[in-house]
C-alpha cells in the first residue's frame, strides 16, 4: 500500500526530531528512514514522497548514496554551478533529502531541473514552492536543518512539465544543462513529450534522449530506480 504523506497547513517549515535522531545527525538517510518509520514529524509546506514497494526507503537511501558518490567523482569546483536534472520529480521530497547531503558535502551553487507534467498546474507549484521553503533558513524553525541550509549560497529551481521545453530551453540558454539525472519511482502512464498516455519501457527511451541532449559532461551521473531496484548508468 501506498503511504505517500505532505504536509498542508503550515506556513513555516517545522522539523521535529527526536533524541536518537540528533544522535545520527541530519543527513539523507535520517530524513528518508525517520519519515518512513514516523519517528520524526515532519510538516514541511507541501513537499511529498512516496514509500511504495516501487520505492521503499532502502532503496530511496541508496539511490541518493548512488548519486552522492557520483557527483563526488567529478570532481567538480564546489563553488560552480551544480544542476541536478529530476525525471518525474513528483513531491520533490527525494530531491530535498539529497540536496541535503550535497550541502553537507560543500557545494554552495545548486540548481534543480524538476521535470513532471503535475509542474503544469497548481499541485506541482505547491511542490516547487516547498522546495523553495525547505532550503530557505527564513523559513527552518530546527536549528539542525537551518544550519545546513545557511552554508549554500544560491538554490535555483527550473520547473518543466514537459522533457522538450527543458531541451528547447537549453538550446536556447535560458535553463542550464545537467550534471547529474535522476529518475526516481516513475510507473509512467505519462508522455513527458505530448499529453498522450504511453507504455512503461517507452520512459527509459525519452530519459536517455533527454540526458543526450541536455548534458553538461560527456559522462554526468545516471541514476534510476524503478521497481524497488536502484542502477547506476553512470558511464565508466
Do not use: W
Not at 12 to 17: E, F, Q, R
Not at 46 to 54: E, F, K, P, Q, V
Not at 99 to 112: A, P, T
Amino acid at each position: 500500500m501506498k503511504k505517500f504523506i505532505h504536509s498542508i497547513t503550515l506556513a513555516t517549515v517545522v522539523i521535529l526530531v527526536t533524541n536518537s535522531a540528533y544522535a545520527i545527525g541530519i543527513n539523507s538517510q535520517t530524513l528518508i528512514n525517520l519519515f518512513d518509520q514516523r519517528e520524526m514529524i515532519f510538516k514541511i509546506k507541501n513537499l511529498g514522497m512516496c514509500l511504495c514497494d516501487n520505492a521503499p526507503a532502502d532503496a530511496r537511501i541508496e539511490a541518493i548514496s548512488a548519486q552522492i558518490e557520483g557527483i563526488n567523482n567529478l570532481k567538480l569546483d564546489k563553488d560552480n554551478e551544480l544542476v541536478i536534472v529530476v525525471f518525474g520529480s513528483g513531491g520533490l521530497f527525494q530531491t530535498y533529502a539529497l540536496i541535503i547531503d550535497l550541502i553537507k558535502d560543500g557545494y554552495k551553487n545548486i540548481s534543480v531541473v524538476a521535470i513532471d507534467p503535475i509542474n503544469g498546474n497548481e499541485k506541482g507549484k505547491k511542490y516547487i514552492d516547498g522546495l523553495k521553503n525547505a532550503l530557505n533558513p527564513e523559513f527552518i524553525s530546527n536549528k539542525n536543518i537551518k544550519n545546513i541550509a545557511e552554508k549554500i549560497s544560491s538554490f535555483k529551481i527550473y520547473p518543466f512539465a514537459k522533457m522538450n521545453d527543458y531541451i528547447e530551453a537549453v538550446k536556447e540558454d535560458k535553463a542550464p544543462k545537467g550534471h547529474s539525472y535522476d529518475l526516481i519511482d516513475q510507473p509512467t502512464v505519462f508522455d513527458y513529450k505530448t499529453d498522450k498516455k504511453y507504455s512503461k519501457n517507452m520512459i527509459f527511451d525519452d530519459f536517455e534522449l533527454l540526458i543526450e541532449s541536455t548534458k553538461a559532461l560527456e559522462k554526468p551521473v545516471v541514476v534510476t530506480l524503478m521497481n524497488g531496484k536502484v542502477e547506476n548508468h553512470t558511464k565508466n
